[in-house]
């Protein structure tokens, strides 16, 4: 049998890991290389975070493994040549990787140089997202399906003692496996807040959540004091691939079983909040999906009549990055960001509510920026939820957030805002809440008028939305992306079209990036 290349991506782990189980029953040698690539380093959405994270989970794979781990700097067909040269291996096994233009175009010329070698890369299905396209009329069954397929088992003794670097591909490896030294240094703050990322705190993590914490899942995520202990925290594990969604699904039905079981309210809630995280993995594959089906998505709105939308505020992106903007919600959740990679989903739409409804920038502009800022940057969700919080997608309902609503709904005694923001640390929270009438002194008064310019932004969108071609668009992106899940009764009724009118069904919101 030969040897085989484990090319780790997004699955540094060994529990249900299809790629690596498949190398192990095919080949007599498997070799696990993960690859540092300069274009994938220098992309506009990589980041210290993401960085981290691979040097992370790859040291404690590596302990896992004996010290068996081989990365590797350099393009990947420069890479895969060089390591061929030395070690000869006729098959490359890998997942299937959703990622964004950087990461499809490294596929589509490794892929033609295995044809000219005569290697044979195998991708392999880890996630509910079906290569090739799938009927969205089908897919939730054909989703339940693979997630109730159960997570593989990690690999035997046996099997693991045939992972290895063999000594002529060993003197290959990078010497140093560090943010710092492929140039994405963290800061001190980040070092400090950021959150570690391994297949050993992602075990720790789910258990964690599923016996303490998730309790107030369900009520809790929605604010940026609670959704740090509330959420989840699984979706830095899901987007690296330290932690499947399939692995999490079956926890949380084992979990659900053993609450079926008991009486009373802490039950109750403890099952709002299972059937709710449960829903969040669904709706994670469902946006990653949409990446799948439409790789354009990332340069283009999925309803190209938005093109048209005027971004006269583009010229504020940089206050808006900075947590700049005058308004102390935005401006301390752009803040947290930039220190911990974490922000609550609810925090995330509402910042680009505001860049793109309030402020006017592009949402093009936005997306490689906050990518950089999310420690679990997942591109088909992140592109996904960038799009349809700004409207562009064309069949959900248009939210246009009030930052100053938001503050005084979900962090009413500032609590969250003193946290991130210094110049307004000592001051009481009724002038907080209260700085877009009677400004606090020492903090910037908010960028533009809100009432004015989200009005523009409002009129704008809805003569495009009015037009035919806009609602001929629309029919056509819910025919290829809309979910087809059932709704519940009241939401039904709450959106029924009018006499003579056809209603596109708006699809379900969700907590994706990090409300899982």
């Not at 700097?73 to 060089?82: K, L, P, Q, S, Y």
């Not at 969604?245 to 099952?271: H, I, K, L, P, S």
């Not at 979900?410 to 209260?434: C, G, M, S, Y």
């Amino acid at each position: 049998m030969q040897t085989a290349l484990w090319w780790i991506k997004k699955d540094v782990r060994l529990a249900d890991n299809p790629a690596l189980t498949a190398a192990l029953a095919n080949a007599e040698t498997v070799v696990p290389v993960f690859l540092f690539e300069p274009a994938v380093l220098e992309a506009e959405e990589t980041s210290a975070f993401h960085v981290a994270a691979w040097c992370e989970a790859l040291a404690d794979l590596s302990e896992r493994l004996g010290g068996h781990v081989l990365p590797l700097r350099g393009d990947a067909i420069e890479t895969f040549a060089r390591l061929r040269a030395v070690l000869p291996f006729d098959a490359i096994h890998s997942h299937e990787e959703i990622g964004s233009e950087v990461t499809f175009a490294r596929d589509r010329t490794v892929a033609d140089w295995c044809a000219s070698e005569g290697v044979t890369w195998h991708e392999h299905q880890q996630t509910g997202v079906f290569r090739g396209g799938v009927d969205r009329d089908k897919r939730a069954k054909e989703w339940t399906a693979f997630m109730r397929g159960g997570p593989l088992p990690a690999p035997s003794a046996a099997d693991l003692a045939r992972v290895r670097v063999p000594p002529e591909a060993a003197g290959l490896a990078m010497p140093v496996v560090s943010p710092d030294a492929v140039g994405h240094p963290l800061t001190e703050a980040q070092r400090d807040l950021r959150q570690p990322v391994s297949e050993t705190a992602a075990v720790a993590t789910l258990d964690d959540f599923l016996t303490d914490r998730g309790a107030c899942y369900s009520g809790g995520i929605s604010s940026p004091n609670l959704a740090f202990t509330c959420g989840s925290r699984l979706s830095v594990h899901l987007a690296w691939g330290t932690l499947t969604g399939r692995a999490a699904y079956a926890a949380t039905e084992a979990r659900q079983a053993e609450v079926r079981a008991q009486t009373g309210d802490a039950a109750r809630q403890w099952g709002r909040s299972l059937n709710a995280f449960k829903s969040r993995l669904h709706w994670r594959d469902h946006f990653i999906q949409r990446l799948e089906s439409e790789p354009r998505m990332e340069f283009e709105p999925l309803n190209a009549a938005y093109e048209a939308l005027p971004t006269p505020g583009d010229h504020h992106l940089d206050a808006w990055l900075a947590g700049e903007t005058g308004w102390p919600l935005v401006d301390a959740s752009m803040r947290c960001a930039a220190q911990t990679g974490f922000l609550n989903f609810r925090m995330r739409a509402m910042v680009t509510s505001v860049a793109v409804h309030t402020l006017r920038i592009d949402w093009r502009k936005t997306l490689y920026p906050t990518a950089r800022l999310w420690a679990d940057y997942e591109p088909g969700i992140h592109i996904a939820q960038t799009q349809m919080q700004a409207g562009v997608v064309g069949i959900n309902q248009l939210r246009v957030y009030s930052p100053d609503k938001q503050l005084a709904d979900h962090d009413p005694e500032a609590t969250f805002v003193r946290q991130w923001v210094p110049e307004l640390a000592d001051v009481p929270p009724e002038a907080i809440l209260k700085h877009h009438v009677r400004p606090v002194p020492g903090y910037r008064e908010p960028l533009v008028d809100r009432l004015v310019w989200s009005k523009g932004f409002k009129d704008d969108y809805y003569a495009i939305k009015g037009l035919p071609e806009t609602k001929a668009l629309a029919d056509a992106v819910y025919q290829r992306h809309g979910s087809r899940r059932p709704r519940s009764a009241r939401t039904w009724k709450s959106n029924a079209p009018r006499a003579g009118e056809r209603r596109i069904v708006k699809a379900v919101g969700a907590q994706t990036e990090l409300g899982l």
